[in-house]
């Protein structure tokens, strides 16, 4: 129990285009989801947090007009990286947490963007 | 605000070594601490878990004991394998299902 799937597993676009990536609980309801970026050799720095239905929560730094979350359901939430540029390029993860008191996340398989 | 220290890397152990991953924290009430694994190209999966004081988790041979009184969770396997080569990351959850992530050790074990 407890998977959390992404899609698309890696994505490579242009400098200036839009790229969504779906993050989804598959066996169980999550009204919180976390967004992560890893870079190479580095931490999961986590970008925002994304309620259900209602405007996701921002990390310092993080800019919200081009990073874009929608959690639209209980099981899935959608990261759009808007004009995208090659500094973009990274590791995208997301996380969803089953309320079972340990605050415990259970992580997606990752996305992989590269911006040309 | 919280934070996790953890033993820098990488470790590069022989097989059937034993491992030792250090992990120390700074937090304030009584937060879940965890240990991911992340294999190449790939997420982080959840390894083990222990939720309060003198809690043990373990999972796949890998062990970590919250220990309150030092502030530690050190991970530890009696015999490596090849197949456990990966970086782990200690972390911790102190409620709202917010964690806060070392800085991950890479592990190589050589056959």
């Known amino acids: 129990g407890a998977v959390v799937s992404q899609h698309p597993s890696w994505v490579i676009c242009k400098s200036g285009t839009s790229v969504k990536i779906e993050c989804r609980s598959l066996d169980f309801q999550a009204t919180t989801m976390f967004w992560y970026r890893q870079f190479p050799k580095q931490s999961l720095m986590l970008m925002a947090t994304s309620n259900e239905g209602s405007k996701a929560t921002y990390e310092q730094g993080v800019e919200k007009d081009k990073f874009l979350i929608n959690h639209a359901s209980l099981t899935l939430s959608t990261l759009t990286v808007t004009s995208a540029h090659p500094e973009d390029s990274s590791f995208y993860i997301c996380?969803?947490?089953?309320?079972?008191?340990?605050?415990?996340?259970?992580f997606g398989p990752g996305t992989r963007l590269t911006v040309l | 605000g919280d934070s996790v220290t953890q033993m820098e890397g990488p470790v590069t152990l022989s097989e059937e070594a034993f491992l030792t991953i250090n992990c120390t924290y700074t937090a304030t009430g009584y937060p879940s601490l965890f240990w991911y694994v992340q294999y190449p190209g790939e997420g982080l999966q959840l390894l083990l878990k222990a939720t309060k004081a003198d809690d043990k988790g373990s999972n796949k041979g890998f062990e970590a004991t919250y220990r309150k009184e030092t502030t530690s969770f050190h991970l530890e396997k009696g015999s490596v394998q090849v197949s456990d080569s990966a970086v782990y990351f200690c972390a911790l959850s102190g409620g709202y299902q917010k964690v806060t992530f070392g800085t991950g050790t890479k592990l190589q074990v050589i056959p």
């Open positions: 996380s969803a947490g089953v309320r079972d008191g340990t605050d415990t996340q259970y």
